[in-house]
């Protein structure tokens, strides 16, 4: 753990393993220990196939290991059901897989407002309302705040995808793939939004990239089951 940094998940003893169809061979994720720490975004580089999504959502509870624990500030999610998981995910978790998974029947500013309608103790106000704006034109969303996503590009819904993770302020966020469908310019823009608001809360980062040109950003790398401090990288 670096100097000052607070632990916020803790992976000690991870197998996962399923077989995706019958004719396939079963994949297997084994990490002995990992620390996501608030404060130094982590970054995973691994191919396609090592493993990245499914640890991801092992992370944030949304699969379940065949061994190990993933704690989360004292609370073993490997030990928690369903509902008490998905109740931590709405509540202190911000989340982007390459689904995106926006609601249909909602326009883009109603999809970003989303986290606190599904949330029984809050409700949206102007503050809220306001935040969500300053987010969405953060991320150049501004002209098409009205539309639904069937009228939104891919690189829009997935702008929208963002600002719906950052609204409610989570502890964690854990974003796939976040910018695969942005230019370079765009694609930066939102890494700077991400990245400042992270050092803001003092929150953690999980982020999975293709995109190598970004990792000097990032305080630490999970590589092919590796984690290296920016300090121990390679040139």
């Given at each position: 753990?670096?100097?000052?940094?607070s632990t916020c998940?803790?992976v000690r003893g991870?197998?996962h393993?399923y077989?995706?169809?019958?004719?396939s061979a079963?994949?297997?994720l084994?990490?002995?220990?990992?620390?996501?720490e608030?404060?130094r975004?982590c970054a995973?580089i691994g191919?396609?196939?090592?493993g990245?999504?499914t640890?991801?959502?092992?992370?944030?509870?949304?699969l379940?290991?065949?061994?190990g624990?993933?704690d989360?500030e004292g609370?073993?999610l490997t030990r928690?059901?369903e509902p008490?998981?998905?109740?931590?995910?709405?509540?202190?978790?911000g989340?982007?897989f390459?689904?995106?998974?926006l609601v249909s029947w909602l326009?883009?500013?109603?999809n970003v407002?989303?986290?606190?309608?599904?949330r029984r103790?809050l409700g949206?106000?102007?503050?809220?309302?306001?935040?969500?704006?300053?987010l969405?034109e953060?991320?150049?969303?501004?002209?098409?705040?009205?539309?639904?996503?069937e009228?939104?590009?891919q690189?829009?819904?997935?702008?929208v995808?963002?600002?719906?993770a950052?609204?409610?302020?989570?502890?964690v966020?854990f974003?796939d793939?976040?910018?695969?469908?942005?230019d370079e310019?765009?694609?930066g823009l939102?890494?700077?939004?991400?990245?400042?608001e992270v050092q803001?809360?003092?929150?953690?980062?999980?982020?999975i990239?293709h995109?190598?040109s970004?990792l000097?950003?990032f305080a630490a790398?999970l590589?092919?089951?590796?984690?290296?401090?920016?300090a121990?990288?390679?040139?």
């Amino acid at each position: 753990m670096a100097e000052g940094a607070s632990t916020c998940i803790a992976v000690r003893g991870l197998v996962h393993e399923y077989r995706p169809d019958a004719a396939s061979a079963a994949f297997r994720l084994e990490l002995a220990r990992f620390d996501l720490e608030r404060g130094r975004p982590c970054a995973w580089i691994g191919p396609s196939g090592s493993g990245k999504t499914t640890l991801a959502m092992l992370l944030a509870g949304i699969l379940l290991p065949q061994a190990g624990s993933i704690d989360f500030e004292g609370r073993d999610l490997t030990r928690e059901a369903e509902p008490a998981r998905r109740a931590l995910r709405l509540r202190r978790f911000g989340l982007v897989f390459q689904e995106l998974e926006l609601v249909s029947w909602l326009d883009a500013l109603e999809n970003v407002l989303f986290p606190f309608r599904v949330r029984r103790d809050l409700g949206v106000d102007a503050s809220k309302r306001q935040r969500a704006r300053e987010l969405c034109e953060r991320l150049d969303l501004g002209p098409v705040l009205g539309r639904k996503p069937e009228r939104l590009s891919q690189g829009e819904r997935q702008r929208v995808a963002i600002a719906r993770a950052l609204v409610h302020e989570p502890d964690v966020l854990f974003l796939d793939e976040a910018t695969g469908n942005l230019d370079e310019a765009r694609a930066g823009l939102v890494l700077d939004l991400v990245l400042e608001e992270v050092q803001r809360r003092d929150a953690a980062l999980f982020y999975i990239t293709h995109d190598r040109s970004v990792l000097g950003r990032f305080a630490a790398l999970l590589d092919l089951g590796v984690v290296l401090d920016r300090a121990e990288r390679l040139p």
